[in-house]
């Protein structure tokens, strides 16, 4: 199948393409470095000429929150309009677990904006929903830092491996439309304060983390489960963070 992936130059979409290029599809990477921008619009309609399924994993690169609503909105509105045209029998959007439980967060109120123009679009669709990546646990930490410590919130946390999000993702786009959505998450739930702690630790870090349940979580107070993958049939992902750890510290030593 000839799948083209939007936003397929970036940290999923890399991986996506590689693995449907593996499997014999025709992955194309589509991205503002590619020439293909869904926001302007540019070379939009060219890159899904042909195409049988169109896979969105871009991301805004503003996190404001009028901003991130109008490049969800506006990047979803250009690519429905051209799947449509070009006759896509497979819109694939990745989302965010818990993204319509945290309407504080202006990031994830886009993403549900996102979600419905697709569910509304008339295309046969699925949607992925996944918990945080491993990769910005680092941001979470900084983010939360103030002088030497770290607060952060006492809710559950589920995170998973960028690889293990983009394996399903692959998988999702390479199968039948499931015009719903499909939950992943990783292996372990635990609070967020103590996967950090121990993170921290493991690295030698001298911050001191501090457990508060009124921290936010980027601007968002959280529900005790609020980014766990908890609806019925949600998958877990098979990477460990301790493995996803020192696959990457092996990975540093060898360069």
């Given at each position: ?6 936003g397929?130059t ?47 994993v ?11 609503l ?26 965010v ?75 999702t ?22 996967l ?6 493991a ?53």
């Amino acid at each position: 199948m000839k799948i083209v992936v939007i936003g397929g130059t970036g940290l999923i979409g890399s991986q996506v393409v590689t693995r449907l290029t593996e499997h014999g599809h025709e992955a194309v990477p589509a991205a503002p470095n590619t020439g293909v921008n869904s926001i302007t619009g540019e070379g939009v309609k060219e890159a899904l000429a042909g195409a049988d399924v169109v896979v969105d994993v871009s991301n805004s690169p503003s996190f404001a929150d009028q901003d991130v609503l109008d490049f969800f909105t506006t990047s979803t509105n250009t690519l429905i309009a051209a799947a449509k045209d070009a006759g896509v029998g497979h819109y694939v959007a990745l989302s965010v677990v818990g993204a319509d439980e945290l309407p504080d967060s202006g990031y994830l109120r886009a993403k549900v904006a996102q979600e419905a123009l697709i569910e509304n679009s008339g295309l046969p669709y699925s949607i992925v929903r996944a918990t945080q990546f491993f990769e910005f646990l680092a941001r979470i930490t900084d983010e939360a830092t103030e002088g030497n410590q770290v607060r952060l919130p006492t809710a559950y946390f589920q995170p998973m491996a960028a690889a293990d999000v983009a394996a399903v993702v692959g998988r999702t786009a390479a199968g039948a439309p499931l015009n719903g959505r499909h939950e992943v998450g990783g292996p372990e739930r635990v609070r967020m304060a103590d996967l950090v702690r121990g993170a921290l630790a493991a690295k030698s870090d001298p911050r001191e983390v501090v457990s508060d349940p009124e921290a936010k979580y980027f601007g968002t107070v959280l529900g005790e489960t609020s980014l766990a993958a908890t609806s019925e049939g949600a998958e877990l992902a098979p990477t460990y963070l301790k493995d996803w750890s020192a696959a990457r510290a092996a990975s540093a030593g060898a360069h």
